[in-house]
């Protein structure tokens, strides 16, 4: 496609309900990478899939988090157990093996009641 | 841990004016990026700065990298009712993943 697309654009769920949240990024972009944006403020890193494997996990906030690119293309990310703190923008980008810019999906906006 | 602070965090200006966004940060980096934000949308790229030095230049913005003050500045020229958003600077940890440390964002509005 010709950018980042995530699904869903919002997704509300209730505390305690697992959601998945699915990033489509740019054809032929080995690199993507999920980041949370709370409320007022920057972005911050969660994962880094390089093709299929998660080469660092380092910014997930605990085990409740887990993401998948299974086929080096298409990445979801799963919540578990949602709590109302999960709430915030979850952003995709991708970057090319030669570039040395990430591009940004639209996010997805998930509220946990 | 690489700490990257933006100021002002808010910042209210009249159309015409000039005016500069700092950007610091804590350990060494030559990879620095500038983003935009409209509320309830995403980050659109501005610049890329990759070396000490650094100038680029798109309408009425200016961004400059100084990599030995680890220091970037976004300069507004003649600002525009069209300029108001978030500007968010994010520095890339080099090696390995290229994951990005983003600053809390400089809101931006400009009154006619």
């Known amino acids: 496609g010709a950018g980042v697309s995530q699904t869903p654009s919002n997704k509300v769920t209730e505390k305690g309900k697992y959601v998945e949240l699915r990033c489509d990024p740019i054809?032929?972009?080995?690199?993507l990478y999920w980041y949370r944006q709370s409320l007022g403020q920057g972005p911050e890193f969660l994962i880094y899939f390089q093709g299929t494997g998660a080469a660092d996990d380092s910014g997930l906030p605990n085990d409740r988090f887990f993401a998948v690119r299974p086929e080096g293309s298409v990445s979801t990310l799963k919540i578990q157990r949602t709590e109302r703190g999960d709430s915030a923008v979850y952003l995709c980008?991708?970057?090319?093996?030669?570039?040395?810019?990430?591009?940004f999906g639209q996010g997805t906006r998930l509220t946990v009641v | 841990e690489l700490k990257v602070e933006q100021n002002p965090l808010f910042l209210s200006m009249q159309e015409g004016k000039n005016y500069t966004i700092y950007c610091n940060y804590s350990t060494t980096s030559d990879r620095l990026y500038w983003y935009r934000q409209d509320p309830g949308k995403s980050l659109e790229s501005l610049f890329v700065?990759?070396?000490?030095?650094a100038v680029k230049q798109e309408g009425r913005l200016m961004a400059s990298l100084d990599t030995k003050a680890r220091l970037s500045t976004l300069h507004i020229t003649a600002a525009v009712h069209d300029l108001s958003a978030t500007y968010f600077c994010a520095v890339g940890i080099q090696g390995g993943s290229e994951k990005l440390v983003f600053g809390k964002g400089t809101k931006l509005t400009v009154n006619p």
């Open positions: 980008a991708s970057r090319s093996d030669v570039g040395t810019e990430a591009f």
């Open positions: 054809s032929g972009h080995t690199a």
């Open positions: 700065l990759l070396s000490n030095g």
